[in-house]
């Protein structure tokens, strides 16, 4: 099973490389595979590229659904 996640644009650099923020942590991708990419611009990544373009609203959806899956494996009482 593949795991690819939303993360938000937030740097261009030389060479189709990009800076992504997700949750606060920032990680550089590749953006060879997608064209037209703009900072601000929400992506699905996936082992360090960038699959696609994605738009705001479905980018929260997703991040929603991560967010309420995360909260129903804590265990009851737990601290974040």
Known sequence: MCLAIPA???????????????????????????????EGDYVIIHVGYALTRLDQEEAAKTLALFAEMEQALEPSGSPA
Not at 11 to 29: I, S
Request: negative net charge; glycine residues 12%; charged residues 30%.
């Open 8 to 38: 938000k644009v937030v740097e261009l650099r030389d060479g189709d490389m990009a800076v992504v923020e997700l949750g606060g942590v920032r990680k550089e991708v590749s953006l060879a595979l997608v064209d037209g990419v703009v």
